[in-house]
């Protein structure tokens, strides 16, 4: 069996370090041959004298400069994109928007895209999709719920006409169960104690006002095609069962293990074989008890946002996805309130100004306007 080539863009964030870990631990499947960061200089370094990269990509002009000077030997480029060049996959751990460069040059260059960066298909679908027509450009997703229902739809040799829903199943975040009263003064902390999962800080904060699971399933809708009336959400706080697929006969195939990001990485690198490592196995006399529950969607607002521009289509997504980042980044800084959030991204989106996206640079405007917007939000 031939070498596995592996770029990770965003290798020295959670989504990357795991990556590294399945890698290290597999026995010799898979090579990396390129790191990407956007400005952590000292992490890249370790990474890359230990894992041998023949390309690290850089887009901060100072850290590109240091990491350079300490690896002598690699080619030190500034953009993220070229990983694509020479790997047979390529895993998208970037943080957000700036994502998409990756996610199209895989595609374009016909390579397999482990995309952990939702944002990136969420914000572009309709410049994206159609390069998932090009040979060899395939999209395995290696967020936890999109991996679950991609596994659960091999059970399907007609997807078209078999599947009847997708049910996205979300922890809840930290406050389930709270009223939106009750949410008025909570802090930076709080929102950072994600109840099953270990991730980083934008997500765990979108996980926190149920906007992850909104992203999610806008982006449920661009992996498969499936229209939003037929996407659920199903609050499940335990994080076991990671999502399901509803058949036309009533059968529900949901895949279940432990909260470990690493089983859908590892899945990704290796589809469409399973990893002989088992992450986030199940110990089934430990698991008592599975619960499910229909989320707060008065409370948490920013889950029917998701839906509505979603069912928008066109920028509406990348309005929405963007808005979020911007208000996300200023809780985070500590400009606004976790129930500011909401707010911010509704009154932005009211600025939505529908156009439909043909090119990148529609997209990359959509995106540019909804910031603008939603900066002008965080001072009223
Ligand atoms: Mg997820």
Redesign the pocket.
């Known amino acids: 069996m031939s070498v596995v080539r592996v770029a990770i863009a965003g290798s020295t964030g959670s989504i990357g370090t795991q990556t590294l870990d399945v890698i290290s631990r597999s026995g010799g499947e898979y090579e990396v041959v390129g790191l990407g960061v956007g400005s952590s200089a000292d992490a890249v370094i370790a990474q890359a004298k230990s894992c041998n990269p023949k390309m690290v990509a850089v887009s901060n002009e100072e850290a590109r400069k240091k990491v350079a000077k300490a690896l002598p030997r690699v080619d030190v480029v500034a953009d993220l994109a070229e990983l694509a060049r020479d790997a047979d996959v390529v895993v998208n751990g970037v943080v957000g928007f700036a994502g998409l460069s990756v996610t199209m040059s895989t595609l374009q260059h016909g390579k397999r895209l482990a995309l952990a960066n ?1 944002e990136s298909l969420i914000a572009a679908g309709p410049i994206v999709q159609p390069l998932r027509t090009i040979k060899g450009a395939v999209i395995v997703p290696v ?4 991996c679950a229902i991609h596994q659960c739809l091999r059970s399907s040799t007609d997807a078209q006409r078999e599947v009847r829903r997708l049910l996205l199943t979300a922890s809840g975040g930290p406050f389930r169960g709270r009223t939106a009263e009750s949410l008025q003064e909570v802090t930076i902390a709080d929102a950072l104690k994600h109840p099953t ?1 270990s991730m980083g800080p934008k ?1 765990t904060v979108d ?1 926190s006002t149920l906007m ?2 909104g992203l ?1 399933v806008i982006e449920a809708h661009e992996l498969f095609g499936v229209g939003f009336d037929n996407i659920d959400v199903v609050v499940h706080p335990q994080s076991v069962a ?1 999502s399901m697929v509803e058949f036309a006969d009533g059968s529900v195939i949901a895949q279940l293990s432990l909260p470990d990001m690493r089983l859908p990485i590892a899945y990704a690198l290796g589809f469409p074989a399973r990893s002989d490592i088992a992450f986030g196995a199940i110990d089934w006399t430990q698991l008592s008890r599975l619960d499910f529950e229909v989320p707060d969607r008065a409370t948490f607002r920013c889950l029917d946002l998701a839906y509505q521009a979603g069912r928008v289509g066109g920028t509406a997504p990348a309005w929405l996805s963007a808005a979020n980042e911007i208000a996300v980044e200023a809780f985070l800084d500590g400009h606004i309130s976790w129930s500011k959030i909401a707010g911010v991204i509704e009154q932005t989106m009211q600025h939505h100004d529908g156009l439909v996206p043909t090119t990148v640079e529609d997209i990359l405007q959509a995106d540019e306007s909804a910031r603008r917007f939603a900066a002008l939000e965080l001072t009223k």
């Open positions: 939702k967020d936890s719920e999109h999962w997500i996980s992850n699971k999610e990671h």
